[in-house]
């Protein structure tokens, strides 16, 4: 299993595999990108330098003594009647691609679709069952750190994913 060089290069790659996928190519309607802050937003831009302009409506995550939940800040209409394909830098454990799922059908999403480089086998079968697909571009058989899949985990703060995704805004205004 060969590692990424960095998370946007896992989202060209991950483009590929959307590009391969024929029951990804049967998605129908409306559909809306939503990279999980801030990880998802670099893989995000991978998959985008290879397809092109994408519609985007970013999620945010947070962990509290619960576990994990959407913010309150996310703007749910963008994704009410509508294909969503959550991206994420990949799944450990399953739990925060769980709980956007879990949200994604409470605000209206007709379908959910999960989009990250690594999903471990495990994983892939709790996840099963909230997603109607899940895309991947490593699934080993077990769980390990996101990192062991990386040459440079680059992971980035929030603030920085945001940064990103406002530039992204300006270059487009700009073309």
């Known amino acids: 299993m060969s590692r990424f060089a960095n998370l946007f290069d896992a989202g060209i790659e991950l483009a590929a595999v959307l590009d391969s996928d024929a029951d990804f190519a049967k998605l129908s309607g409306e559909v809306v990108f939503a990279p999980i802050l801030p990880n998802g937003v670099p893989v995000l831009l991978g998959i985008e330098s290879a ?100 040459d440079d985990f680059d992971l980035i703060s929030v603030v920085e994913a945001q940064a990103l995704l406002a530039q992204r805004e300006l270059q487009s205004q700009q073309e």
């Open 51 to 150: 397809h092109g302009r994408l519609n985007i409506a970013p999620i945010e995550v947070m962990r509290d003594e619960s576990g994990v939940v959407v913010s309150t800040e996310v703007d749910s209409s963008q994704f009410d009647g509508r294909t969503v394909i959550v991206v994420d830098d990949g799944v450990e454990t399953g739990t925060a691609a769980l709980s956007v799922a879990r949200w994604l059908k409470s605000v209206g999403a007709a379908k959910i679709v999960l989009a990250v480089p690594v999903c471990p086998k495990t994983a892939v079968n709790q996840l099963q069952f909230a997603y109607e697909l899940i895309l991947t571009v490593q699934a080993p058989l077990g769980a390990r750190s996101l990192a062991w899949h990386f």
